[in-house]
């Protein structure tokens, strides 16, 4: 039943939960005892059957909208097809295969790749000192969780980065098993030599808040060197973890409009693009003045707001209004028309 809710959860989660699967799963076949294991489970059909069952019909109630919208189940299974070929096609994300355990584990979370060494070398050690035994099921608790742990990461770590399409965030799902195998092996320390694993753990947690410190909170005094890449440019390929989306033509049209705020405090925003994120959170503190539509008769909407901003294909004239392109993003290209700030009596903020 635990497995269950969990397969519930992931799967109405997030499209990777095959990948969290095969991983899992894998792990998990490799501490199990085949014959016990079967007997077990056949013993306890009518559970399973009921616990599968509940995940199910769970996964249907949320991707049908508490079954009132069955198109959402047609959805969900599209989903998969539609993300894996994402994963081969979409070269705006695509990155090289060491991008999760180099620029970005590396980066802000190198001890993990130490714990990852240490888990391997302890299970290497075992199979030199037990031989062909060392693939049965440890029989230690303790030793079945570093193996399980250990293929669980591996496995993530292998599979996410054969797949060209990356993202930054997807990385949890890599540093998830780590950290409880960080976690696994530092208990296992203490069990041996408790002052080692008490200094590691120090270490551990010193390094833990620098690193948050560090990439979260630039503005700190011990925070990224003024010449660092992540510190000066906070997009494109010199920045490990920048998303595709931000682009320099973005970036001027914020720089743009923060001007135009200055003039014009109370201006109101129609976002009428296709693909505007990330323009949510750099304009966050203006989020009230803002509207999201996607609409092409800018007509409708001139005595409504100050700035319009609008596909580029779209044609509009309008003598209070300058018009000016913008290309935000690889795949979104935008013409925004300010109102003049003379036509609402205020001083000229800039010229195009």
Not at 174 to 199: D, G, N, Q, S
Request: hydrophobic letters at 50%; proline letters at 6%; aromatic letters at 14%.
């Amino acid at each position: 039943y635990l497995i269950a809710v969990a397969l519930t959860v992931v799967v109405t989660t997030k499209e990777t939960w095959i990948i969290s699967a095969v991983a899992v799963g894998t792990a998990g076949l490799a501490i199990s005892r085949p014959r016990a294991e079967l007997r077990s489970l056949y013993e306890q059909r009518s559970h399973i059957v009921l616990g599968l069952l509940l995940a199910y019909l769970a996964s249907l109630a949320v991707y049908s909208a508490c079954f009132t919208w069955f198109n959402g189940i047609v959805q969900a299974g599209l989903a998969i097809p539609q993300w894996l070929g994402r994963g081969v096609g979409d070269t705006g994300h695509f990155k090289p295969f060491y991008y999760y355990i180099g620029p970005v584990i590396a980066h802000s979370e190198p001890w993990l790749l130490v714990a990852l060494g240490c888990g391997i070398m302890f299970e290497a050690s075992r199979f030199l000192t037990k031989g062909k035994a060392a693939f049965a099921a440890p029989e230690s608790a303790d030793d079945r969780a570093v193996r399980f742990l250990l293929i669980w990461s591996l496995l993530s770590i292998i599979i996410y980065s054969s797949i060209p399409y990356k993202t930054p965030w997807l990385v949890i799902n890599l540093t998830y098993p780590l950290t409880l195998l960080t976690a696994m092996l530092l208990e296992k320390l203490w069990k041996l030599l408790p002052t080692v694993a008490i200094v590691n753990l120090v270490i551990v947690f010193v390094l833990s808040l620098g690193s948050t410190a560090m990439l979260n909170y630039s503005v700190l005094p011990f925070a990224l060197a003024s010449d660092s890449p992540l510190h000066t440019r906070p997009y494109g390929r010199e920045n490990p973890f920048s998303y595709v989306h931000t682009s320099q033509g973005m970036r001027d049209f914020i720089e743009d409009l923060e001007r135009y705020f200055e003039k014009a405090p109370s201006a109101r925003v129609l976002m009428a693009v296709n693909a505007y994120w990330p323009l949510p959170y750099y304009l966050r503190a203006h989020s009230k003045q803002l509207a999201y539509l996607n609409t092409s008769d800018l007509s409708l909407w001139s005595a409504t707001y100050d700035v319009l901003v609008a596909e580029r294909p779209v044609v509009w004239f309008d003598t209070h209004f300058v018009m000016k392109e913008y290309r935000f993003s690889d795949v979104e290209e935008a013409r925004v028309f300010f109102l003049r700030p003379e036509a609402k009596g205020l001083p000229r903020c800039f010229t195009f």
